[in-house]
């Protein structure tokens, strides 16, 4: 099934807001200009990449949470505290030193029999990235970012687990063979690292895709889920989205920090499928809770997609973005949905269902079936991504052209005398004749009408 064709709203406007100058420069110069504009864009990805690499949580994040665990991220923060108040002698009575991660103690007998059964237990250290991304379940936990066994089940299941087990031509035993899988299983097996998993593996379940695509991104540009100005920001392992120009701009102005995980605006826009590559050493449950939040940010983009130009957000219940998982020859695909909120004027609920897990480097039937269901789920997500901006684009024309309609009709107004500020009431005109009562006169109609009469 194809999506809909994406629609160009402001190509138009590109090409005849073009000046005869610039038609005319030397092709050297365009040549000049566009090389330039290319390094402005390798500026900001490497500055991106950068920050990426370099960034921190925000003191405000641990603030909220009603427990610290002792990882090197929140002893990092506590240094940091502590520094402040050294440098500040006037902060001294701020909570932010010892009660960092002692808040829970209610009073000084606790912090006593703390001290006297030795303390913290340092052992926690060995493990930081998994304690660290428990601070990151309190934080979904508080957001309503439900995980697989407590989230609601999305209305349109049985239509998406028909559409994964759909076949591929491209994954038969014809096109696909056993010696190709014995390749993928091999590598499989000699891979150490995310980054050998990402290059060697990976390629081989992605398969070729015209779908846009970012690998390693910071939703950086994204407008927290709740409504307090603080948020993580999940290291996306790969998005697919759609390009900026197939949406109208004005939608992109609109829902510029719900739908736009970059601030680069040549990236992809509105993710709805995720791709979450871990090494064989690291956290299963850390990619699993990684998966939930990628989920919650794309259904949230996609529910405000689908509801622009509403007065009112509907709730369907169905689940229009996806998440996948390849951890240690595992992969895991997800379904993601919000439902409203429990209370009026709270956060709608996030929910995760799984919807299947293969054991790809098993045997090549087991690696067929997985990598069917990856590229279907994906090819599912552009179709619903299409089709809310296909529908997003015509209400911008909706809207115009409502808005024309209204010009049209307060210019025939003043044309009758009757401005917006003479404007009375009207007496009660005698209808057109019943051939042209269904028609519109515009102005022009209007004056012939007029001269034909006379």
Not at 128 to 134: G, H, R, V
Request: proline share 6%.
């Amino acid at each position: 099934m194809t999506g809909p064709q994406p629609s160009q709203p402001d190509a138009s406007n590109t090409t005849s807001n073009r000046s005869q100058a610039d038609a005319d420069r030397p092709l050297v110069e365009v040549i000049s200009q566009y090389k330039s504009v290319r390094t402005s864009i390798g500026t900001i990805e490497a500055a991106e990449l950068e920050e990426l690499e370099n960034w921190v949580y925000p003191p405000e994040f641990y603030d909220r949470l009603s427990k610290i665990h002792m990882t090197d991220r929140a002893l990092e923060e506590l240094d940091r505290r502590n520094i402040l108040v050294q440098h500040h002698p006037e902060r001294r009575q701020s909570h932010e030193t010892v009660s960092f991660l002692l808040r829970t103690m209610p009073n000084k007998e606790g912090l006593a029999r703390f001290a006297r059964h030795g303390g913290p237990d340092l052992q926690a250290i060995r493990n930081a990235s998994t304690l660290y991304d428990i601070d990151v379940e309190q934080y979904l936990q508080a957001r309503n970012v439900q995980a697989a066994g407590d989230s609601q089940i999305p209305s349109n299941l049985a239509e998406i687990q028909a559409a994964l087990a759909r076949r591929r031509p491209s994954l038969s035993s014809s096109q696909f063979s056993v010696g190709a899988f014995r390749s993928f299983r091999d590598k499989s097996r000699r891979a150490r690292n995310e980054d050998a998993v990402m290059a060697d593996i990976m390629p081989a379940i992605l398969g070729e895709c015209a779908a846009h695509a970012v690998g390693k991104t910071f939703a950086n540009n994204l407008t927290p889920l709740n409504n307090n100005g603080t948020t993580t920001r999940p290291k996306h392992g790969i998005y697919y989205g759609s390009r900026p120009q197939e949406l109208s701009r004005t939608v992109r102005a609109a829902l510029g920090h719900r739908i736009m995980p970059s601030p680069v605006r040549v990236k992809p826009l509105a993710p709805n499928f995720f791709v979450k590559v871990n090494g064989p050493d690291r956290s299963a449950a850390a990619a699993a809770r990684q998966a939930r939040f990628d989920g919650a940010l794309g259904s949230c983009g996609i529910h405000c997609l689908q509801n622009y130009g509403r007065e009112e957000p509907t709730y369907d219940a169905r689940a229009y973005a996806f998440s996948s998982i390849y951890h240690n020859g595992q992969l895991q695909l997800y379904a993601h949905h919000l439902t409203a909120p429990n209370t009026g004027g709270g956060q709608p609920q996030y929910h995760t269902t799984q919807v299947g897990s293969w054991k790809m480097a098993g045997n090549a039937g087991c690696f067929r079936r997985g990598a069917t269901a990856f590229r279907n789920a994906r090819d599912l997500a552009k179709q619903h991504r299409d089709t809310f901006i296909q529908a997003a684009n015509e209400a911008v024309k909706e809207a115009s052209r409502a808005q024309d309609l209204k010009d049209t009709e307060e210019a025939q107004e003043e044309e009758d005398g009757q401005g917006p500020e003479e404007r009375k009431p009207m007496k009660r005109r005698q209808p057109p004749p019943s051939s042209a009562a269904s028609v519109r006169l515009t102005r022009a109609a209007v004056k012939r009408l007029r001269q034909t009469s006379g």
